[in-house]
């Protein structure tokens, strides 16, 4: 069965430094994988998507992740995290209609 | 406005007693899902359907029925709903890979 491993149940950076999410996929062939983010008491809202070619995939809010085939991994990053970047990020995979979540990752910006 | 939109947005009910939360779109997509979320356990699809009368499990599908008569609309039935059931259900259509989430429904079973 496929699987997603957020590693991080929770991190906090300080406003302005760099973040770092990580994700790790089960192997399967051509994973579609993707990163979503929630705002309390809010609905999921897509971040960013790889489906194949560029391992770099750029999303909307500054965010970018990185595909490593050779680590099954696809993390998110941002080079400087802002005050309203505080949410709950998943990240996914699916494939022909099955999808799998991890089981996010909270972050906390201080000031 | 394209949108998923769900209702109700919160039910508290009784154990037993059969409900039906209903989704729909209007975005002429094929794929539609259903998903439960409970703290600490990220989302878990319950079912999803590829495209009218087309429907299959996801991970957590004990308890739950589904039907796909239309392409808008995808029920998500509770027969005899339990308190393991209490959580937070979100709709879904799916366009491209890109899932398209609703408001979320946030059902209490007592």
């Known amino acids: 069965a496929q699987s997603v491993t957020q590693p991080d149940i929770h991190i906090t950076v300080s406003e302005g430094a760099s973040l770092e999410l990580r994700c790790n996929y089960s192997?399967?062939?051509?994973?579609?994988l993707f990163w979503y983010v929630q705002s309390p008491g809010q609905g999921l809202q897509l971040l960013l998507k790889?489906?194949?070619?560029?391992?770099l995939v750029q999303g909307i809010k500054g965010f970018e992740a990185e595909f490593k085939r050779s680590q099954s991994s696809f993390n998110l990053r941002k080079p400087s995290v802002h005050w309203s970047d505080a949410a709950e990020y998943f990240c996914?995979?699916?494939?022909?209609?099955?999808?799998?979540f991890g089981d996010g990752t909270t972050l906390t910006v201080k000031p | 406005e394209a949108q998923v939109t769900q209702n109700p947005r919160y039910l508290i009910t009784v154990t037993g007693k059969k409900l039906t939360v209903t989704c729909s779109q209007n975005m002429n997509h094929e794929y539609m899902s259903w998903y439960r979320q409970d703290p600490g356990l990220g989302l878990r699809q319950i079912y999803y359907s590829m495209n009218v009368e087309v429907t299959d499990k996801g991970d957590v599908p004990e308890g739950y029925k589904v039907s796909r008569k239309e392409k808008r609309n995808f029920p998500l039935i509770l027969e005899s709903p339990s308190p393991n059931q209490t959580s937070l259900y979100f709709c879904a259509s799916t366009f491209g890979g890109e899932q398209f989430f609703g408001p979320g429904t946030r059902l209490t079973v007592l």
């Open positions: 996914a995979r699916s494939n022909a209609g099955k999808s799998t």
């Open positions: 192997y399967g062939a051509t994973p579609y």
């Open positions: 790889y489906f194949s070619g560029d391992t």
